[in-house]
């Protein structure tokens, strides 16, 4: 989908149709109200049309600037409206897609240990089903049996299959994704229609779209200025009649849908579905519109250090044997604790242990041994086997083991091996057998290239990095130094992550962090952006308010550029649109007025034809205006990441400025295409 | 323009900015209630207020009760000058006996004192008795000032406090900024004015007996010799120090500060003008302490700063210029004369003076004058005109410039704050719908009464238009020009029209009490919002509100979105006017 998605041109042909069409539909009163500043625009645009038909019957007749200004009106609302259906459309577009995935299959439901083979529209949650090699998943769930191979390319866009298993953190899977390999059976966990597909085409689609509370407090501030305008212009008549200078329908409605923010107020909920749209398009999910503008205004990002800082794995790449044990033994140990470790880390003491002492792979099966998995409050492995009790972790983590057991201290030749490894920003994991220290295992980290580049360009627009880590205190350390980042927090367990987040969050900050596992649940409901990979828990996607169909953590970066960036473009076309009415101003006021005191042409100063001219050219530019900008608003303002200062300077001169001057340039270009095609 | 008025200009500046940061630091330590070194004698007094009155000075308000403690004083106090007003006849100190002053007119003055307009739709010394301008009327020359000063501490502890319900409370706000402030500095002020001619008595008025009798025509046609001159008397020095320190502008004579018993001499002049903008500048000061960042305080000035210069400037060039439709008449400044349009101003403050004191007295929602505007060019009446529309937010009227600049500065914030990629954020509180919904209110208001009530009036042949002296777009300013001082709670006047109808008494007083009190109570509940909110840590990414690019933002959002509206009417006024003018028309 993604690879779709930026492919697909800004103005592609059938989105473009379908969005004229729709912007004419969208012409009802009653979509229009959610728009005050068009639906203004809307009543100007109906009176002037009654009053040419009336005109048109009745003694006076209309005139042809009359006509044009009615058309240039309608126009601007329709503009406005193709500029919204624009940016739905490319989300319809992707919709579409999705829909595809989502098409009817049989499900082989589980009713009392028999099957019933039922429409999978049918399922609800609580029903067990069984998907087998070859068939479509027919509702989002959790895997209770078996492992399998899945395709969720329909999702993610990505071709590769993905391993699903029961237990864990890859235990969910998404209905509309096709089993490859296995058996699997698998726990339906959502209704009919509340599926994740579901909720996928609703918010790309934007059916559900909700306005965000800063868009609510920006129209409410469009909506006063349409106001102010309106009483300006109201009043103005009385004050045109005592000076001996009244003036038409068509010239008062001309001046008030000019001054009042159209620009800005046609292509706001634009700004907004193109915001959802890029992140679409990066293969993130946001829940919501507010997630997106809470990462605009994030201060601190969790990152997690593995695979997110650091290349996920750590290398073996030293035994240090402790006074009185041979480094042969120390490697043996290790290998024998590891043989089960399915982890990267695990892997290379295999690999290591081979290299430098050619130990055969040794088959788990074959030893008799019971292996004891890492979990994340012992944070130790290891095996039971014959007798031998072997342990490795970290240093912390066997010293207490040691002491619950009884056993000797940790020699002070290893707890120096140990910080020395430390302070070099390795990982040193200590092996234990039978209550003794072995020695160490030295595991480097490597940090990904470019990070430290990104992370300085994060504090430069004042955000926070801080890494998360389960190592020790001087391993987090050396790593937070190598990779830059602001702070660190070091053997981390779950509950320490939320008492960050809540900590950091009692000083008025906002936090962002990504999460995957169940574990990391509570936590990434209370981040205000909790992006959750799609490898994870359902219950990780359920609490977080953003998902990463690729599953990766770094992206967190791009997602709070795109929240900045949806906000940027939101105070850059607002800017633009009131500086504006400057140059509006100085093109009606003169129209409207040197007529009777010829003297008034001294604002004149664009030198515009005449009259109509001067109020066509303006009433045109409004609305020539919204589809200039279409595509900047679809694509957001250009981006760097900066300083607020520095940012501001740019953007105020840009688009403050430029809001000034342009109109003026523009203004002239018609009146003077005007005058040459003889319309006024 | 000489180099001698820009030398008087930029030194009046000069000195207000240096005692704007030792004044701002002292009302500081008033509102904070910390200890000043007038605590020897004033904390005694204070303490028997209160226990006078029942108030307990511990006691926090949320918004709501220190609004409806606001209007419930304000209400009282206009009550109290109403009653005094109707039946002065019957109290002492009227040694003119003069009569009880008729209702619309009692009503549109009490209202116009209580709002700190001061606008005078009478001659103050044919109308009031010395005990009601004393008792009616001066004592609102403290009153409004601090009422105004404590609701602008009240929006600067919205902005300060974090996740506070309470503002303070603003019986004691009110008690010591009378106390601590004004007080105090009148009665400096009002000595200072004393040394330089400024009267102060209970006399009848003298009678003088002219030297050169004048003839004149009377207004049934027929020719009479004036031989004597009356010359009004009365407590004026003490008045005199409060209404510019306050910013009331309610001239004890009807000349107001061109009167040469209020304003005798260039150095009274300068001192009256200092002292308009002695407080509202001290209170921008004031502001950046008390939010701990008085770079930001100095940021806000420095805008203020801008928008003063250039409009005094404006005035001033254009009242250099002279009228283009005198011929043969020499209008250039020499060592003999101060050249330019010297009509309606006083010879001895000459162009630069009267053109400063136009700028100060309507940036400031002062009112008081010492050159007739209405006498003014047509563009150097505009600038007063401007300076008002601009919602009295440069420097601004004790307090009420304050919180209204603060206003634009939420509003600033709101539009331009999102263009650093965050949902916008002043001092750290974020910038929701509720602020944004109660800051464009009170920005409607403003245009509603003033565009409203001009629009009726000029509608109105017999109701608005018969009061005009002049016609044409002239006539369209005087109109203008009154509701906008009116509505900006200014007081000064382009005194063309004759005020003192029911239809302008009672539609200004209309357009005085929704400017001033409509207005507070949405400032009121963004203090009350703002104070509520949390504090996000400033770091890069926040948005500068302490750099010169916020100071010139703010001009520019001032400019576009606070007197844009305001574009076509002044260009059937002034504009025309001036342009006509200079193609040979005047009016």
């Given at each position: 989908m993604s690879t779709h998605a930026s492919r697909r041109s800004l103005f592609d042909r059938q989105i473009v149709r379908r969005a004229s069409l729709e912007s004419v539909a969208k012409l009802n009163p009653r979509t229009m109200m959610r728009n005050p500043v068009m639906f203004v625009v809307e009543i100007g645009c109906v009176l002037t049309s009654a009053l040419l038909i009336v005109n048109a019957f009745g003694h006076r007749g209309s005139s042809r600037f009359d006509l044009q200004i009615t058309l240039w009106l309608w126009f601007t609302v329709l503009f406005a409206n193709f500029a919204e259906a624009m940016a739905e459309g490319r989300g319809k577009a992707q919709a579409d897609a999705l829909r595809k995935a989502k098409s009817e299959t049989t499900a082989s439901l589980i009713?009392?240990?028999?099957?019933?083979?039922?429409?999978?529209?049918?399922?609800?949650?609580?029903?067990?089903?069984?998907?087998?090699?070859?068939?479509?998943?027919?509702?989002?769930?959790?895997?209770?049996?078996?492992?399998?191979s899945v395709d969720e390319s329909a999702i993610t866009g990505e071709s590769a299959p993905v391993i699903r298993e029961a237990g864990g953190d890859r235990s969910a899977v998404t209905g509309g994704t096709r089993v490859l390999s296995d058996i699997i059976t698998v726990r339906i966990t959502s209704n009919p229609g509340e599926t994740f597909l579901d909720r996928m085409i609703a918010l790309v689609e934007g059916a559900e779209r909700q306005k965000t509370p800063n868009e609510i407090a920006l129209n409410i501030l469009l909506a006063g200025l349409t106001i102010i305008f309106l009483l300006a212009v109201v009043t103005l008549q009385p004050f045109a009649v005592y000076s001996g200078a009244p003036q038409t329908v068509f010239v008062l409605i001309s001046l008030l849908v000019c001054l009042i923010p159209t620009t800005i107020g046609g292509l706001l909920s634009a700004i907004g579905i193109a915001g959802m749209d890029r992140l679409v398009q990066h293969n993130v999910l946001a829940t919501s519109g507010r997630a997106v503008e809470a990462a605009g205004d994030v201060n601190t990002l969790l990152l997690d250090k593995t695979g997110t800082i650091t290349i996920g794995n750590r290398q073996a790449s030293e035994f240090i044997a402790a006074p009185g044990v041979s480094i042969r033994d120390l490697a043996d140990a290790a290998q024998l604790s590891s043989l089960a470790d399915e982890t990267p880390e695990g892997r290379s003491i295999v690999v290591l242990a081979k290299e430098q002492f050619e130990f055969r792979g040794r088959e788990l099966a074959n030893l008799n041994a019971e292996f004891v998995p890492f979990s994340a409050t012992t944070r130790m492995s290891g095996i039971e086997l014959d007798g031998r009790s072997i342990r490795k972790g970290a240093v912390d983590a066997i010293a207490q083991y040691l002491q619950r057991h009884g056993a000797?201290?940790?020699?002070?030749e290893l707890h120096q091996a140990t910080e020395k490894i430390a302070k070099g920003g390795g990982t040193p994991l200590v092996v234990a057998e039978n209550g003794r220290a072995l020695g160490v295992i030295h595991l480097k980290d490597v940090v990904k290239g470019g990070m430290r580049e990104r992370f300085d360009h994060l504090r430069a627009m004042g955000i926070r990095t801080v890494m998360i880590t389960g190592d020790n205190p001087l391993t987090a350390a050396a790593i937070a130094r190598e990779a830059g980042v602001d702070d660190f927090l070091a053997e981390a367990k779950p509950k320490d992550k939320m008492n960050f987040i809540r900590r950091e969050q009692a000083d008025g900050k906002l936090v962002a962090m990504t999460g995957d596992g169940t574990n990391d649940a509570p936590a990434l409901a209370q981040a205000d952006v909790g992006v959750a990979m799609n490898s994870g828990t359902q219950a990780a996607k359920e609490a977080g308010n953003m998902v990463d169909l690729d599953s990766n953590p770094t992206k967190l970066i791009e997602i709070v550029a795109i929240g900045k960036q949806l906000l940027m473009t939101r105070g850059a076309l607002t800017t633009f649109s009131i500086a504006n009415d400057v140059a509006k101003y100085f093109a009606i006021i003169p129209a409207m007025f040197a007529g009777v005191f010829p003297v008034l042409n001294a604002l004149n100063v664009m030198h515009l034809h005449n009259a109509e001219s001067a109020v066509l050219s303006a009433v045109i530019f409004n609305a020539l205006i919204i589809i200039g900008l279409i595509p900047l608003a679809l694509k957001g303002v250009q981006y760097k990441p900066m300083s607020a200062s520095s940012l501001l300077r740019r953007n105020l001169f840009v688009y403050g400025l430029g809001g000034l001057v342009a109109p003026f340039a523009g203004i002239k270009l018609i009146d003077l295409a005007i005058t040459a095609l003889r319309l006024a | 323009m000489s180099l001698n008025g820009w030398l008087q200009i930029l030194s009046f500046m000069t000195v207000v900015l240096l005692l704007a940061h030792p004044v701002g630091n002292y009302l500081v330590r008033v509102f904070e209630r910390r200890s000043t070194f007038l605590d020897f004698v004033l904390a005694p007094c204070e303490r028997l207020l209160y226990r006078v009155t029942g108030i307990d000075p511990d006691h926090e308000m949320r918004w709501t009760e220190?609004?409806?403690a606001m209007l419930i004083f304000s209400a009282a106090t206009t009550v109290l000058t109403y009653v005094v007003e109707r039946i002065q006849h019957l109290l002492p100190l009227n040694p003119q006996h003069l009569p009880g002053v008729e209702s619309a007119l009692a009503l549109n003055t009490a209202i116009s004192f209580t709002t700190n307009t001061n606008w005078q739709s009478y001659v103050p010394e044919a109308t009031m008795s010395y005990l009601t301008q004393m008792v009616g009327l001066a004592t609102h020359n403290f009153w409004s000032a601090a009422v105004g000063m404590a609701l602008a501490i009240a929006f600067i502890r919205g902005i300060a406090r974090r996740e506070a319900k309470t503002l303070g409370n603003f019986w004691v706000d009110m008690t010591r900024s009378i106390l601590w402030v004004l007080l105090p500095i009148s009665i400096c002020l009002a000595l200072l004015l004393v040394s330089q001619g400024v009267i102060q008595n209970f006399k009848a008025y003298d009678t003088a007996t002219l030297l050169e009798p004048q003839r004149i025509v009377d207004s049934s046609g027929k020719i009479a010799t004036v031989t004597t001159q009356t010359i009004a008397q009365g407590p004026v020095a003490s008045q005199e120090a409060i209404k510019m320190l306050g910013t009331n502008g309610g001239g004890f004579f009807n000349a107001n500060s061109a009167h040469p018993f209020e304003n005798p001499t260039p150095l009274s002049n300068f001192l009256e003008m200092v002292a308009i903008f002695l407080l509202p500048a001290s209170l921008v000061v004031a502001l950046g302490?008390?939010?701990?960042?008085p770079k930001h305080g100095w940021a806000i000035l420095a805008a203020m700063i801008i928008l003063w210069f250039a409009g005094t400037t404006a005035c001033y060039w254009a009242e250099s210029q002279g009228n283009p439709l005198l011929h043969g008449v020499d209008q250039r400044a020499s060592l003999i004369q101060s050249g330019g349009n010297m009509e309606g101003k006083e010879v001895r403050f000459g162009i630069a003076n009267s053109a400063l004191f136009a700028a100060v007295t309507t940036d400031a929602s002062c009112g008081a004058v010492n050159g007739m505007h209405d006498s003014f060019t047509p563009l150097g009446g505009m600038v007063p005109m401007i300076n008002i529309l601009l919602g009295e937010t440069i420097f601004g009227?004790?307090?009420?410039?304050?919180?209204?600049?603060?206003?634009?500065?939420?509003?600033?914030?709101?539009?331009?704050?999102?263009?650093?990629?965050?949902?916008p954020e002043y001092l750290g509180k974020k910038i929701e719908a509720y602020d944004v919904q109660m800051s464009m209110l009170y920005l409607l208001i403003f245009p509603c009464i003033i565009l409203g009530f001009a629009a009726v009036s000029v509608l109105m042949p017999n109701l608005g238009l018969s009061s005009l002296s002049n016609h044409g777009p002239h006539g369209l300013s005087e109109i203008l020009y009154a509701y906008t001082s009116a509505a900006g709670n200014n007081g000064s006047a382009f005194a063309g029209l004759n005020a003192n109808t029911h239809w302008y008494n009672y539609s200004l007083a209309v357009a005085m009490f929704c400017g001033r009190f409509l207005m507070i109570v949405p400032m009121l509940a963004i203090a009350g919002n703002l104070a509520g909110k949390k504090i996000v840590p400033a770091s890069s990414g926040t948005f500068p509100v302490t750099t010169p690019l916020f100071s010139i933002l703010l001009v520019g959002v001032l400019l576009i979105v606070g007197a844009l509206t305001f574009f076509p009417a002044l260009s059937l006024g002034p504009v025309l006017e001036h342009l006509l003018m200079r193609s040979g028309h005047v009016f």
């Open positions: 009713v009392n240990g028999s099957i019933q083979e039922v429409p999978s529209s049918q399922l609800h949650a609580g029903d067990i089903v069984r998907v087998v090699a070859g068939q479509m998943i027919p509702g989002d769930g959790e895997v209770i049996e078996g492992v399998a000797l201290p940790l020699p002070p | 220190y609004a409806i302490r008390m939010v701990g960042s009227g004790v307090g009420a410039g304050l919180y209204g600049m603060l206003v634009f500065v939420v509003l600033a914030v709101f539009i331009a704050g999102l263009m650093v990629g965050r949902t």
